[in-house]
């Protein structure tokens, strides 16, 4: 057997606890331990005792477990449970972090349509994104990828309804279609991070275009509110009392508004001011244009663009390269990405939210278009010399008013008066495409089934109207009368307009009336599709009646400081 160096039979305690050996290679050069030179500064005795063992055998005794050199002391022990604390720690982080994990941010390295923002691709032609393959090829070779425009979006171009997300009401869902909340992941990221949102909200759908839940995507960001389509105001509307009625809306939804703006985009009104709070509030953040669908992005963004043109060429050259318009829900698919400003700081347009209680949810895309105002609004009021019944004789002669009638507007709302006051008026504000009919309320099922799909439009045609699913919510409402001398409140059917309940017209001057009405209560009962969704809210002072009987609120100093300014 040959024989061991010394280092592997001495242990710890046998050597002093100061000796030092420079090289380990020295102890396997030599084949007898007894010819390695080492001093030791112990006591002679205990160096006696070290050669006794080694002459009476090579091989020391088994030692007991957790004593020889092999086993771990204490500070390995100690090192040990260490490391396996911090192991521990950094999986438990890593398990939280999965958990409350941020919603990553949508690459805008990935190649997408300029008119939509849908992924380019070249498999699927009925999908969004489509591009033909040469083109696509051709675009890529010169890095103009940027400058594609997908089938689908040169379809919308031309007037098609293409419809492209799923999930709400009659859309049906299928491989080229995409979910309404995949739309809602893509703009989960915004509220952790820095950025700037213009929110848009529809004036004629104020409340179903508002997204209640908007804190959920924009987070602590500040907003900038923009109203878009004032100029479908009725004439003689005194902008003055629609800012400050938004203003008293939108305070009680305690949002970070930082300012209020009333725009139009077709004829560009108050776009200006949005242009230079954007400027002023960007502060090097990216700007995020937000709101539900079909709400006014798109038409907004290029009047943006065209106004910031005058002064900035970096907007001049995006106003080429624009996001499609189109009347169809769900027009832009992804995040678009706009190089506006010169200063840094991108503009983005964003997927419109849908919303499964807006009209839009529930009607056929090809009548989509019929939901959308085109000119003024005019209201129509009921009662009145031109009242349309089912057998289409006037309703005028009616001494009992409106009780025991029945309005439909369209096909797609149903009124009936239950309990009103003789001189009680309802006003109808929306898109004139939706003719309103009234018609004895022991006689409205059977005008309804007769007549749907035909006079009450929408759905049009008997085949949409065979498969309607008819107006299954009923919602009952009892108004109470606060002040005759102004509408009692305005009731607004979300994604279609509103209708504005007066006591007492102007023509009824009789103290017996307006006592009698004082101490009254109006009741109606209204009926919609079921996700359809109704709100009673304070009346919307529209027209030249309007500034006749709007009331400012008297505010507080606090109140002054932290509201909002609306500009036009």
């Given amino acids: 057997m040959a024989p061991k160096t010394l280092s592997s039979f001495l242990s710890p305690f046998t050597l002093p606890y100061h000796l030092t050996i420079p090289n380990t290679k020295l102890l396997n050069l030599h084949s007898k331990s007894t010819l390695i030179l080492c001093r030791f500064s112990q006591p002679q005795k205990t160096h006696q005792k070290a050669t006794v063992s080694e002459t009476q055998s090579l091989d020391p005794p088994p030692e007991p477990d957790g004593i020889g050199a092999a086993a771990p002391t204490p500070g390995d022990r100690f090192l040990e449970r260490h490391r396996s604390f911090e192991t521990a720690k950094v999986l438990l982080k890593e398990k939280k972090k999965k958990k409350k994990e941020k919603p990553v941010k949508v690459s805008t390295n990935v190649a997408c349509c300029y008119g939509c923002g849908a992924p380019l691709q070249t498999s699927e032609p009925d999908a969004p994104g489509y591009s033909d393959p040469e083109t696509y090829a051709l675009k890529k070779k010169h890095h103009q990828l940027k400058t594609v425009i997908c089938g689908r979006c040169k379809l919308l171009s031309h007037g098609h309804m293409i419809t492209a997300v799923g999930g709400n009401g009659g859309y049906s869902g299928g491989k080229q279609f995409i979910m309404a909340e995949q739309l809602r992941e893509k703009l989960a990221h915004l509220r952790h991070e820095r950025a700037l949102i213009v929110k848009l909200v529809d004036i004629v759908d104020f409340n179903g275009s508002f997204l209640a839940r908007v804190r959920d995507l924009a987070g602590a960001n500040p907003i900038i509110l923009v109203i878009t389509k004032v100029d479908l105001l009725p004439k003689g509307t005194d902008f003055n009392c629609i800012g400050d009625w938004v203003v008293e809306a939108?305070?009680?939804?305690?949002?970070?508004?930082?300012?209020?703006?009333?725009?139009?985009?077709?004829?560009?009104?108050?776009?200006?001011?949005?242009?230079?709070?954007?400027?002023?509030?960007?502060?090097?953040?990216?700007?995020?244009?937000?709101?539900?669908?079909?709400?006014?992005?798109?038409?907004?963004?290029?009047?943006?663009?065209?106004?910031?043109?005058e002064n900035d060429p970096v907007a001049a050259s995006a106003q080429k390269y624009k996001p499609i318009q189109s009347a169809v829900p769900g027009t832009t698919l992804g995040p678009i990405q706009i190089n506006a400003f010169l200063g840094g700081g991108k503009l983005y347009d964003t997927p419109g939210v849908h919303l499964h209680h807006r009209q839009a949810a529930v009607v056929h895309s090809e009548d989509l278009p019929a939901l959308a105002?085109?000119?003024?609004?005019?209201?129509?009021?009921?009662?009145?010399?031109?009242?349309?019944?089912?057998?289409?004789?006037?309703?005028?002669?009616?001494?009992?008013?409106?009780?025991?009638?029945?309005?439909?507007?369209?096909?797609?709302?149903?009124v009936d008066v239950l309990k009103v006051l003789p001189e009680t008026r309802l006003t109808f504000y929306g898109p004139k495409s939706l003719q309103i009919h009234m018609v004895p309320s022991d006689?409205?099922?059977?005008?309804y089934q007769k007549e749907l799909g035909v006079l009450l439009t929408p759905p049009t045609g008997k085949q949409r109207a065979d498969e309607w699913r008819g107006l299954e919510t009923e919602r009952q409402l009892q108004i109470k009368i606060e002040d005759v001398e102004r509408p009692a409140c305005d009731v607004a059917i979300s994604g279609l307009g509103w209708i504005t309940v007066e006591p007492l017209c102007k023509s009824s001057t009789s103290s017996d009336s307006r006592t009698e009405a004082t101490a009254g209560e109006l009741h109606l009962a209204v009926h919609v599709p079921k996700p359809v969704e109704i709100f009673v809210r304070p009346p919307l002072p529209v027209g030249k009646s309007g500034a006749e009987w709007y009331q400012y609120r008297e505010l507080t100093e606090k109140e002054e400081e932290v509201r909002p300014k609306w500009h036009f």
């Fill in 250 to 309: 939108t305070a009680k939804k305690k949002l970070n508004v930082i300012s209020v703006h009333l725009t139009s985009s077709k004829s560009l009104v108050g776009v200006t001011g949005v242009a230079s709070e954007i400027q002023k509030e960007k502060k090097g953040r990216d700007v995020y244009v937000l709101g539900s669908a079909n709400v006014g992005k798109s038409a907004f963004i290029s009047a943006l663009l065209k106004m910031m043109a």
């Fill in 373 to 414: 105002p085109q000119s003024r609004l005019r209201g129509q009021s009921f009662p009145n010399s031109q009242v349309s019944s089912g057998n289409g004789t006037a309703g005028n002669d009616n001494s009992n008013g409106l009780n025991g009638y029945s309005i439909f507007w369209g096909g797609l709302v149903r």
């Fill in 443 to 447: 006689k409205a099922d059977e005008f």
